[in-house]
Nanobody, 121 residues
Framework: VQLQACGGGLVQAGGYLRLSCAASSRFFGTYVMGWFRQAPGKDREFVAAITWSGGSTYYTDSVKGRFTISRDNAKNAVYLQMNSLKPEDTAVYYC???????????????WGQGTEVTVSS
């Protein structure tokens, strides 16, 4: 599966962005989808994940209540709505796909290119 993320940009603290990730596979509806991020000088980290049906979602503690992951299987797309952004959310954000629910980087085989998010204070 090929993944293409977009929607990043520069935003002030307290603002919002919506990231999108489009998938090429006709089997998109069978994948668990995840969002990850990598800040400068840091390791890539888990942000959020959503099961194939959208029935279950998972978040890292630092984004709970601010970020929302969702998907539209008819459009082969997954989204990350990011509200109340903080400077510490600055990172390159990646979408990823896997057949089983994983909440860590090494659990995903399929990755898109990143989209950069910069939050200014």
């Amino acid at each position: 599966v090929q993944l293409q993320a977009c929607g990043g940009g520069l935003v002030q603290a307290g603002g919002y962005l919506r990231l999108s990730c489009a998938a090429s596979s006709r089997f998109f509806g069978t994948y668990v989808m995840g969002w990850f991020r990598q800040a400068p000088g840091k390791d890539r980290e888990f942000v959020a994940a959503i099961t194939w049906s959208g029935g279950s979602t998972y978040y890292t503690d630092s984004v709970k209540g601010r970020f929302t992951i969702s998907r539209d299987n008819a459009k082969n797309a997954v989204y990350l709505q990011m509200n109340s952004l903080k400077p510490e959310d600055t990172a390159v954000y990646y979408c990823a796909a896997e057949f089983t629910t994983k909440l860590e980087v090494r659990g995903y085989r399929y990755w898109g290119q990143g989209t950069e998010v910069t939050v200014s204070s």
